[in-house]
């Protein structure tokens, strides 16, 4: 029924930017946030960040507030999530999922549909 596509991903040095966007195809009749969650090797998936479908409000994990700012377009079909300031930690493999809009959930357990990833390297 609803489709998540993620692109953008790849390797990058400390200190620069780089741009992922997600896909999304099927009907979410707008009820549903778009969300950011990103896995490191050998950690569990963590919340990076989200935005409404309702009011375009957002929310960003610590770790990456004041870096990374999400973004939608296309009529609520496309979000993106511009990353500056990259560091190492930041690699991952970014997943982009669909979930609550009227309030902020920040486990994985509590999304509605994935996509597969995209790879993210920050080398030093």
């Known amino acids: 029924q609803v489709e998540v596509v993620e692109s953008g991903g790849g390797s990058v040095q400390a200190g620069d930017s780089l741009r992922l966007s997600c896909a999304v195809s099927?009907?979410?009749?707008?009820?549903?946030?778009m969300y950011w969650f990103r896995q490191a090797p050998g950690k569990a998936r963590e919340f990076v960040t989200m935005?409404?479908?309702?009011?375009?409000?957002?929310h960003y994990a610590d770790s990456v507030k004041g870096r990374f700012t999400i973004s939608r377009a296309n009529a609520e079909n496309t979000v993106f999530l511009q990353m500056n300031s990259l560091s190492p930690e930041d690699t991952g493999v970014y997943y982009c999922a669909l979930g609550p809009s009227i309030v902020v959930v920040t486990t994985p357990a509590g999304m509605d549909y994935w996509g597969k990833g995209t790879k993210v390297t920050v080398s030093s």
């Open positions: 935005i409404s479908s309702s009011d375009g409000s957002t």
């Open positions: 099927g009907n979410t009749f707008g009820w549903l946030g």
